[in-house]
Nanobody, 123 residues
Framework: QVQLVESGGGLVQAGGSLSLSCAAS????????MGWYRQAPGNQRELVAR?????????NYLDSVKGRFTISRDNAKNTWYLHMTNLKPEVTAVYYC???????????????WGQGTQVTVSP
């Protein structure tokens, strides 16, 4: 069974910084890409950032967080991170890590989710 465990959420004042981490464990062949999503009350879950698990680690971001959020990974640890700077109250949400994982070499990717962690930015 594959499990994604995330941590690092909390309360921070506007202008501050916060880092989230997500670690994948269990039996699997490879991770195709890793990402971070967020969901505010009453809203749909949206993709915040994504990084490809192979090669140089190409990234993409939600337009509103470009230049302030950075996604990175450590493949040796099957872990990825979201470093958030210059935080604004508008980013307050539950943040979920995700990964597209191949269970074996013949399989297509399956999307897995972390449990979610609350990020709250006060004015």
């Amino acid at each position: 069974q594959v499990q994604l465990v995330e941590s690092g959420g909390g309360l921070v004042q506007a202008g501050g910084s916060l880092s989230l981490s997500c670690a994948a464990s269990g039996r699997f062949f490879s991770i195709t890409d890793m990402g971070w999503y967020r969901q505010a009350p009453g809203n749909q879950r949206e993709l915040v950032a994504r990084i490809f698990g192979r090669g140089t680690g190409t990234t993409n971001y939600l337009d509103s967080v470009k230049g302030r959020f950075t996604i990175s990974r450590d493949n040796a640890k099957n872990t990825w991170y979201l470093h958030m700077t210059n935080l604004k109250p508008e980013v307050t949400a539950v943040y979920y890590c995700s990964a597209d994982i191949k269970r074996d070499f013949t399989s297509v990717e399956i999307l897995y989710w972390g449990q979610g962690t609350q990020v709250t930015v006060s004015p």
